[in-house]
């Protein structure tokens, strides 16, 4: 396989851990660049279920290499569980995985001013996951955070004792939240060094030497288009670029280094915490269409965030996303996941436009106050009966669903590569 990028191309949660472990051995290296502990990617195989929130997906796989590159933000309590837990499981992590010694690390008092500022902002919070992303990110970009290699650095206590000055200030005296012990930090500082150190690496230089030799990379995203910190619906976003274009400069490689970009989505559409929806159907809220068709994605998707366990809310598939996606990211091939999902609807609607005011929209609009006014404008599709779980050749899809398909293809303007059509790495389809 060439150098790839696979990103989610909605809001997060559409199978980019299964893609990724599936693809794993056409490759020698997988590389996550952006994102931390708010990921949640799955992998089954069998019946064993496994949540990876920092490791690289290939990481199951014998004879990869998995790099956590200088984009992404590092917990070293959530990570070295992460490692224990894939120890536990056989899984030599420490020989598979090196660590970006740029990466900046969340640190307690970044998860207690996620959970503070989303406190205080009442009903109109993000809905983050609580781990201190935003917190962190502000942090790198205003100088002040904490990096991998800066554990060793003669400066460190002095930089802790000026974060926590300054944080504590905003909790007590801003945010009428507790204030952070120096203590709790220190321990999450000593982890980092005793586990984390030793992993660190130059990470730049492994791809440059690894590309050169004729190794393949498979660089891993985490969340998804619409989560975009520029791209987004923004401020309902996290604080990283998720779009492709970030695994450049989150793992320190080149354009030349990249040949294709795969795009990863559901056959309808799903989000967690808040923010506009268009195509919503469903949600904890009470939110419910006149067919249930949004609480049948829900039930039979099994859709729980794999991070927080939140319901999430469901809805169609959304032509507007994808396409706006396609062109952010420059997306050469889909892939569709939970087609299965979608079995035994009598209908299936795909929103093929926007309507804002009475008028038509040729994009996506930034803003979100319009972005909460947008009326979609549906195409309907008789639905299937068949079971498409778990097929793993086209000829076992039914002509209905492959009519979807061809639909979406067309109006997103992409190809459609693989075809997931269930959770373990052997539900594949081909294209
Ligand atoms: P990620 O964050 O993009 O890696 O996705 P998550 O792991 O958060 O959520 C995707 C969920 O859907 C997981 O529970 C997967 O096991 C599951 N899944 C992935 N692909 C399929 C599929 O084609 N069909 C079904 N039914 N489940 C799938
Ligand atoms: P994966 O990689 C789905 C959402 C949160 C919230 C917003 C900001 O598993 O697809 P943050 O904690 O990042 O500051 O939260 O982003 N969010 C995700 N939603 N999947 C994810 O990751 C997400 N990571 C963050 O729900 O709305
Ligand atoms: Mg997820």
Redesign the pocket.
Known sequence: MSNTIAV?IQW???????IVDLLTPEVDIVARFQGGPN????L?IGDK?T?LNHIP?GVLHDDTLCLIGNGTVVDPFRLVEEMDMLIAAGIPVAERLKISDRCQLILPYHRALDAAREAAKGEGKIGTTGKGIGPCYEDKTARRGIRLVDLTSPDLDARIDANLEYVNFMLTQYLNAAPVNRADVEVALDLAKARLLPLAADVPLILQKRIKAGDSVLYEG?QGSMLDVDHGTYPFVTSSNTVAGAALAGLGVGPGQVDAVLG?CKAYTTRVGSGPFPTELYNAEGMCDAENAGKHMAE???EF??TTGRPRRTGWFDAPVVQHAVRINGVTGLAI?????LDGLAEVKLCVAYELDGVRLESMPSCCHQLDKLVPVYESMPGWSEST?GATSFDQIPERAKALLRRIEEVCECPVRML????DRD?IIHL
């Open positions: 989610g997060g949660d559409e199978g980019k851990g299964k990921a949640g990617h799955t089954v279920k949540v997906s985490a990863i039979k998707g099994q965030g794999a996941t939970k087609l299965d999902v779980f997931s059509t269930g959770p539900h």
